[in-house]
């Protein structure tokens, strides 16, 4: 598919790309770029075999490629683009694993005034409780599910070509607006994550006083384990999402204040239809997933 | 250990103590006790060969019992206390498997004036998303938590046979105050399950919107596994414990503000140290379930 690869950030899911890639035979090479500070972790990856060289020059790093995929934190995007941008090839494909996509479409808009027609804006929805390249997998990616975000004037190719790329992988892919995407990674992803990290805060102050992590059980395990996902990453997301992030955040203090209510009034019918709603909800989730 | 054990509630965990209790030879016959509209279901434990007969003459279920576990929702235990007071026998242990204690105990001191001291309070840790007897197990309790509150006045010997009871089901079996009981429990347990039946209403509602379940991932399907919980179980034991966990929910409330803060004021940093703060906790409470 691809001459050649050149993935920018080769952490876990930057690494997981050039795995995948290069297993399913979709570039003859994959080569990664990073400034000095991401030299070890660079060296790192050449070691390990998941790509085939590593520059620190961007010029070195872009010749010849045919495909670039960003892979760093959304937050550090614009000025990658900055740095791309002398270089831009309207031959080259990019794309990106941003976990959020409006800000990206803002940091190109910022850069280039519009979204170049030959960025196709996608986000691997994959778990990241580790981190690095060291923990990237060749399969982190089957059977996940991977959406694109065309804009209007993104080259129908560019985006067939991503697709493809994406399907090959083995990723399930899916096409919705900028605006969707961020809306719906926020309900399910970013929000749930905030209340683990919540929740455990509060009860890892707790536990400093009196023992309480060592009475939780397997519910608490299973509902805290978003909890130990990468700071840096998740700091990076929520900030690039707040705009969807905040109003969920207050329609769900919305929400548990209206349990609170119900629980001091001693409501225990609307108690019960409430937690009925919540069970009967996760069983149409889990029924979707069968999909 | 014990001649006739009789169970009041042969549901998921009655039956389950149920099972456990003939497997590991813990007594030489189990009864169940409950009123005419439990009848089918305690039919159907006898059929499932989870106890050896039942009764709805709650003197007949009584005789010769040398140990009552009653093992129904909290809510419900002092109406049950009513109906074994007159037949109450010093000679007999009884105790419980109530998710919470504070409500027992005040139960039976509205009953007795004051617990009897042959009463041992008891709450098995156990996951209960699944009921009724037919999901009921010979090893729900093995290498779960069981956490005995006695008051200052039970009975040495009786508290130390119950001890001895859970540990041969397979238990590992924790004594503290009846306080320290529901305060855990409220931290570890009942706010983790009102988080997640709040946010799987909330989503569940923008769901029935526009789709957004679809594109939820394993972060949200294990977060909100305790969504699936029993809402009759559930809406029991928050009231019950509503003293625990008003106070918690808005100790919650104010975490994701201060959270919400720092999003809103674009406070990085601050954001980075509170996700790590959480992530190092999450790691303490690992640590601590290897013991």
Same mark, same amino acid.
């Given at each position: ?58 010029? /070195? $790093? ?11 934190? *959304? &937050? ?5 683009? #900055? %740095? ?101 990674? /926020? $309900? ?11 929740? *455990? &805060? ?5 536990? #400093? %006083? ?82």
């Amino acid at each position: 598919m691809f001459n050649r690869l050149c993935i920018i950030g080769i952490g876990l899911i930057g690494g997981s790309i050039a795995r995948a890639a290069r297993a399913q035979g979709l570039c003859r090479e994959v080569v990664a770029y990073g400034r000095e500070k991401n030299l070890l972790n660079m060296q790192l990856a050449k070691q390990l075999g998941v790509i085939d060289e590593f520059y620190t020059d961007i010029a /070195a $790093a872009l010749e010849n490629t045919d495909c670039v995929i960003v892979a760093t934190p *959304v &937050g550090s995007m614009q000025v990658i683009f #900055e %740095q791309i941008k002398p270089y831009w090839n309207p031959e080259t494909i990019y794309s990106d694993a941003g976990s959020t996509k409006g800000s990206v479409v803002s940091a190109l808009e910022a850069v280039f005034g519009a979204v170049p027609d030959n960025f196709v804006p996608a986000h691997p929805i994959a778990g990241a409780e580790r981190s690095g390249v060291d923990a990237s997998t060749v399969d982190l990616f089957v059977n996940r599910r991977l959406i694109l975000t065309p804009l209007e004037n993104t080259d129908k190719q560019a985006l067939a070509k991503i697709h493809s790329f994406w399907e090959q992988i083995g990723s399930s892919v899916s096409v919705m607006s900028v605006e969707h995407h961020d809306t719906v990674l /926020a $309900a399910t992803s970013h929000l749930p994550h905030i209340l683990a990290f919540a929740l *455990v &805060g509060l009860l890892g102050r707790k536990d #400093e %006083q009196r023992e309480i992590f060592k009475y939780a059980a397997g519910g608490f395990r299973d509902f805290s384990r978003i909890a130990s996902s990468d700071p840096t990453m998740w700091q990076d997301i929520c900030l690039a999402n707040k705009q969807e992030i905040v109003p969920l955040i207050r329609q769900f203090q919305a929400e548990l204040s209206k349990i609170e209510q119900l629980l001091v009034e001693d409501q225990s019918a609307q108690l019960f239809e409430t937690f009925t709603y919540a069970r009967n909800a996760r069983q149409r989730f889990l029924d979707q997933q069968e999909d």
